[in-house]
Every structure is written in C-alpha cells, then in structure tokens.
C-alpha cells in the first residue's frame, strides 16, 4: 500500500516550452502533497506544498508563476514548469501524506521525473 | 532555519553493520525520518522515529535518538549488497508538514 506514481519518469524538451508532471496516490488518498527538486549529488530541496482544493504554498525563492502547482483531487496534484530554461533541467520528486490520522506522518515519494531542457 | 547534517560516504563490507549518523540543529523537531534512495529512484521511507522516543527497532533496522545531542543514527545489521544506496535523514519541525532533508549519506557494501 502506499504508492505513489509520476508521470513521466522522463522528459526532454526545448527551451521556452512548458512540461507537465503528473503525481497521483494510487491507493491512497492525500490532502497535501509535496514537490521537491534534487540537483545531482544532492539533497531534495521543498518547492512547494499542495493542498487539495487551495492554492499551493510556495518556498522562498521558488517562482510561483513559473512552476504551477494544480491540485484539482485528493489523488492527483500537477507541476507545470512554465517557459523551461535549461537551468530548470532536474530531478523533480513528489510526495504525498496519507490523509489517515494513523499514517498522517508517514510521507510517501513518487519515483520521480527527470527533466532536460535543450 | 533549520539544519540537518550528515557525513557523505560509509563503506562496509556485506555481512558487518553498518552505522549512518545524522544531527539536527531544531529542538521544535516532532518527526525523524530515515529514506533510502536508489540511483534514479524517488525515495522509500524506511522508518521512523517521534521526537519522545529513545529506540525504534524494525528487523535488520535500529534508530537511536539522542535528543540532547540533537543526534539520530541508524544502524543496519547484517548489510548485504541491496543496501547500497543514498540514505537521507529528515525532520519534520513542529507546525510544519514538509520534510527538511539532510545531504544524505551514500553507502557502499563491497562484498
């Protein structure tokens, strides 16, 4: 139990287009879900937090007309990278907390998107 | 803000136990997490631990919170090569829901 899914594991794309990555609980459901973004060699950096039905809360530093975060189901929240640079080129990690009071700490990760901007 | 500190590498061979170290500096820390990542990979959360405990112990897993010292460690026992990953720790402070993670440690089994 627990899962948690992203889509896609892997994209390439050019410069000034936009990507979408999906981030689903597949058999849970998730009030907040959670972006992360891993540089190689390094530790996942918070983005953004996801609440089901509000608007996403952004970290210090992170644009949040860039990256846009929709959040439309307890089941489902998307990132939009926005006019990609290559400095935007990442490993982009989800997460996701069960919304049962018993595992309400428990935080479970998607397998991640790693993104290339040519 | 709060910091998580942890050493970069450990080496062991398959069969010793292994020993990842990490301190944090926020005394408000509620949740300590340990995750291992697999090259490519999201994370798998392994275990962890409420910030009132000592001792958490989970088959070959044993978390030990020092929480004067603001110290957390997992031990791995009998360490096969299926180990061999990225282990991060984490915390959750008080009030908040996301994770802070430490710079993870990268464990390698030689066999």
């Known amino acids: 139990g627990a899962v948690v899914s992203q889509h896609p594991s892997r994209v390439i794309c050019k410069s000034g287009t936009s990507v979408k990555i999906e981030c689903r609980s597949l058999?849970?459901?998730?009030?907040?879900m959670f972006w992360y973004r891993q540089f190689p060699k390094q530790s996942l950096m918070l983005m953004a937090t996801s609440n089901e039905g509000s608007k996403a809360t952004y970290e210090q530093g992170v644009e949040k007309d860039k990256f846009l975060i929709n959040h439309a189901s307890l089941t489902l929240s998307t990132l939009t990278v926005t006019s990609a640079h290559p400095e935007d080129s990442s490993f982009y990690i989800c997460?996701?907390?069960?919304?049962?009071?018993?595992?309400?700490?428990?935080?479970?990760f998607g397998p991640g998107t790693r993104l290339t901007v040519t | 803000g709060e910091d998580v500190e942890q050493s970069l590498f450990l080496s062991v061979r398959e069969g010793d136990s292994s020993v990842i170290n990490c301190t944090y500096t926020?005394?408000?820390?509620?949740?300590l997490y340990w995750y291992k990542q697999e090259p490519g990979a999201g994370l798998q959360l392994l275990t962890y631990?409420?910030?009132?405990?000592d001792m958490k112990q989970d088959q070959r897993l044993t978390v030990l919170l020092n929480k004067k010292d603001k110290h957390l460690s997992l031990r791995i026992a009998d360490t096969q090569t299926g180990d061999s990953a990225i282990y991060f720790c984490?915390?959750?402070?008080?009030?908040?829901?996301?994770?802070?993670f430490g710079s993870g440690t990268r464990l390698q089994v030689q066999p």
């Open positions: 631990i409420f910030s009132n405990m």
């Open positions: 926020d005394s408000s820390s509620t949740y």
């Open positions: 997460s996701a907390l069960h919304k049962g009071q018993r595992k309400a700490m428990e935080q479970y």
């Open positions: 984490a915390e959750i402070e008080t009030g908040r829901r996301a994770l802070t």
């Open positions: 058999d849970f459901q998730a009030t907040t």
